[in-house]
T-cell receptor
Framework: AQSVTQPDIHITVSEGASLELRCNYS??????LFWYVQSPGQGLQLLLK??????LVQGIKGFEAEFKRSQSSFNLRKPSVHWSDAAEYFC???????????FGTGTRLLVSP | DAGVIQSPRHEVTEMGQEVTLRCKLI?????LFWYRQTMMRGLELLIY????????DSGMPEDRFSAKMPNASFSTLKIQPSEPRDSAVYFC???????????FGPGTRLTVL
């Protein structure tokens, strides 16, 4: 069965500092991988996705993620965090050809001035 | 393009009452997912449909919950009778094809007193 682990429940980063949110997945082959962001009171918005090809994926709002097959990881990064990035971030995995996604438990990002 | 539309955005009801949540898919999408989000349990998939047919309802918590897709663009999630533990934010999401990218609605915040 597929599973997604986001080991950090909360992360606090100073504005302007770099960010890395961790995501590890369990799946027999290479799945489709996603990062979503949820701002307070809002639905989930897709930040970026990986299906195949280049393992470094660029997304919206200056985010990027790197797929590392050997580590079963898909960590999200941003070089300089803005106060508006404070939100909850979800990693999700889905097997190619199917539509059901498995979501991680989320990481809440707090941005300090 | 209009995104996924959910109504109502907020619902406050008393225990024992029937609650109906509504969702309109993005035009051209053929799969619909209902999720429930709580602090304790995170984001849970309740049920999903493909081409109006329920594919996986293993996440539906009890017989009090039912979901329908009367046509290709609309779905309802009904709780009858509602209980305080049903209080949560309910999201629907839609997708097209098999690329797994789900588009989320803004959610319905349900409070059962």
């Amino acid at each position: 069965a597929q599973s997604v682990t986001q080991p950090d429940i909360h992360i606090t980063v100073s504005e302007g500092a770099s960010l890395e949110l961790r995501c590890n997945y369990s799946y027999g082959a290479t799945p489709y991988l996603f990062w979503y962001v949820q701002s307070p009171g809002q639905g989930l918005q897709l930040l970026l996705k990986y299906f195949s090809g280049d393992t470094l994926v660029q997304g919206i709002k200056g985010f990027e993620a790197e797929f590392k097959r050997s580590q079963s990881s898909f960590n999200l990064r941003k070089p300089s965090v803005h106060w508006s990035d404070a939100a909850e971030y979800f990693c999700a995995v889905g097997p190619p050809g199917f539509q059901k996604l498995v979501f991680g438990t989320g990481t809440r990002l707090l941005v300090s001035p | 393009d209009a995104g996924v539309i959910q109504s109502p955005r907020h619902e406050v009801t008393e225990m024992g009452q029937e609650v109906t949540l509504r969702c309109k898919l993005i035009s051209g999408h053929n799969s619909l997912f209902w999720y429930r989000q709580t602090m304790m349990r995170g984001l849970e998939l309740l049920i999903y449909f493909n081409n109006n047919v329920p594919i996986d309802d293993s996440g539906m918590p009890e017989d009090r919950f039912s979901a329908k897709m009367p046509n290709a663009s609309f779905s309802t999630l009904k709780i009858q009778p509602s209980e305080p533990r049903d209080s949560a934010v309910y999201f629907c999401a839609s997708t097209a094809g098999q690329n797994n990218e789900q588009f989320f609605g803004p959610g319905t915040r349900l409070t059962v007193l």
